[in-house]
């Protein structure tokens, strides 16, 4: 045997041994009823070609391995952000088993998520009792300040009303009258968890604002950050930002701390997050920045609707995005931007210029949200890259229009494709038919790397396969600089590699 006490074997060398070898072979033969090889590699052969992509394209009643995750799944992550808040979702048990794995192998740290174990009976009679003894159960189990409630397709599909329904669970005693409740419908059949998370970040700001009269506070500026899997990078760059020049803020959604938490020897079910306090007074701001415009189009709807100022970013990274991003808060809070962060953002230029003739004309595939491709879009532009396919999965026909432009602004963007809707398969006849020299996405690209030889940098949720990612910025000129910083990694370890075969310009120096 291979495995022995002398010889310890991790599983990853242990698999390569002969023996193991056999027994995978064996077992693919009987179980597997394989084509033989030269079927398979025929069928990879067509697969490639222009003729399999136009099918590709082409195709409508079925998804292949979507860059996007179901609303319910942003709302869990929403409420993560604020203070002492459990995520209760109104369904099966599975479904949020799957949300809480999701976050968890993305931050490598517990994520907290309960249900109301809908089963068989209750998607035939209504999940009423089940909202009645889960809150209850939450309630007295959890401690929590607040319980938010979002639901999955089963409860959806029989049409359970959460507001009836939270109403009878408090007339039930489940919880207290005036304990927080808030709720967001989050049909898992359309849109994605950018929409789970605007519709409850919306629930949760009409839960506390709806029966208060609004005070306007002059230069008070709200900040929203979005659906971020870097939250815990990118929000602590955006607050030293603002705190660097002064600017009175209120975060609402945070779940830097939460997803960050310490190992000290206690367990914090709850850390950090958006004070409740701090929800209530944020109604009164002048203003709110959203930094994922697709991420918050009803809650800033709701937002103007109140008298605030609002306006969106794209994930703001790189110059251009950071600039904009600042100029907007400078304009609204009536700070000026500080020498120390005009500094900063002369050493991004710096370090991009430094690199320029690593980067210049190196073309991309991007795919992941409709912000961050983008963001990214636009960054890679910026280095003198050529974002050749931008995919996502959840962009929408006005992210598609918005993409176009900012592609014919360049001269960078004239060989892009924007692909709003399609999915993963679809990306893979793209990297096939037109090769490009980088993908940038999340961990589910490392399957597309291995097919197409296309290296992968990982740079959004979910990243599965690569730890603490999540706890540097991209966002702001610090980010800009570690972005630029794992493109170029991903460059020259390719250049290495691809140096091999000759053994020339394997340079010390590059
Ligand atoms: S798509 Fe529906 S069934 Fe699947 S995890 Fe989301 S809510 Fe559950």
Known sequence: MPQSAEKVLDHVPLFCEPEYEKMFARKKLKFECPHPDKVVDAQYEFTSTWEYREKNLAREALVVNPAKACQPLGAVFAAAGFER???????????????????????KEPSSAVSSSMTEDAAVFGGLKNMIDGL????????????????????????????????????????????DVPFAHTPAFVGS??????????????????????????????????????????????????????????????????????SDGEYRMYDGGTKIEDVKAAKHAEATISL???????????????????????????????????????ELSKRDIPEA???????????????????????????GDPDFVYSMARFVMETGGQPTHCLATNGTAAWEAEMKELLASSPFGGGAQVWAGKDLWAMRSLLLTEPVDLLIGNSYGKYLERDTDTPLVRLTFPIFDRHHHHRFPLMGYQGGLRLLTVILDKIFDRLDEDTMCQGVSYDLTR
């Open 85 to 107: 808040t459990m995520s209760f979702v109104h369904g099966s048990q599975g479904c949020v088993a799957y949300y809480r794995s999701h976050l968890s192998r993305h931050f």
């Open 136 to 179: 209850a159960n939450t309630y007295q189990l959890y401690d929590p300040k607040m319980i938010a409630v979002s639901t999955t397709c089963m409860a959806e599909v029989i049409g359970d009303d959460l507001h009836g329904f939270i109403e009878n669970a408090k007339n039930e005693g489940s919880v207290p009258a005036d304990f």
């Open 193 to 262: 968890h950018v929409d789970g998370y605007d519709s409850m970040v919306k629930g949760i700001l009409e839960n506390f604002w709806k029966s208060t009269e609004r005070v306007p506070t002059p230069a008070l500026i709200n900040i929203i950050p979005g659906f971020d899997g870097f939250c815990v990078g990118n929000n602590r760059e955006i607050k030293r930002l603002l705190d660097t020049m002064g600017v009175t803020y209120i975060f609402i959604q945070d779940a830097s701390d939460q997803f960050d938490t310490p």
């Open 292 to 330: 994922q415009h697709y991420n918050t189009r009803k809650t800033l709807d709701y937002c103007r609707e109140l008298g605030q100022t609002t306006a969106s970013f794209h994930y703001p990274l790189g110059i251009g995005g950071t600039d904009e991003f600042l100029m907007k808060i400078s």
């Open 341 to 367: 962060i005009d500094r900063d953002r002369g050493r991004l230029v710096d370090a991009m210029a430094d690199s320029q003739s690593w980067l210049h004309g190196k073309k991309y595939g991007i795919y």
